[in-house]
């Protein structure tokens, strides 16, 4: 079965750095564009970071440009979101979401939470 796990989540102060994993199985992850969002507790789910199949293009939030950087390793079937200049704002708990457009699939992980505490 397709399966998505998260990791690197944790309490960071601000301005300091995390990076997040995403590890996925059952899939042929060379396919699909894989994305990260984030979602606080009564607001709605938000996309963060976006990257293609190939790895040629990504995708920001406005809120992260500059600060977040999203990459993958085909060969370790792995999506990553280096997260850097961390802020209270960034806390929140984290997806990995992969999709297959072609044939509509999606996929998400369980989620990790980042808490950037002041």
């Known amino acids: 079965q397709v399966q998505l796990v998260e990791s690197g989540g944790g309490l960071v102060q601000p301005g300091g750095s995390l990076r997040l994993s995403c590890a996925t199985s059952?899939?042929?992850?060379?396919?699909?564009?894989m994305s990260w969002y984030r979602q606080v507790p009564g607001k709605e789910r938000e996309l963060v970071a976006g990257i293609t199949s190939t790895g040629d293009c990504t995708n920001y939030a406005e809120s992260v440009k500059g600060r977040f950087t999203i990459s993958r390793d085909n060969a370790k079937n792995t999506v990553y979101l280096q997260m850097n200049t961390l802020k209270p704002e960034d806390t929140a708990v984290y997806y990995c979401?992969?999709?297959?457009?072609?044939?509509?699939?999606?996929?998400w992980g369980q989620g990790t939470q980042v808490t950037v505490s002041s």
């Open positions: 059952g899939l042929t992850f060379r396919w699909y564009d």
């Open positions: 979401n992969a999709e297959y457009v072609f044939i509509a699939a999606v996929h």
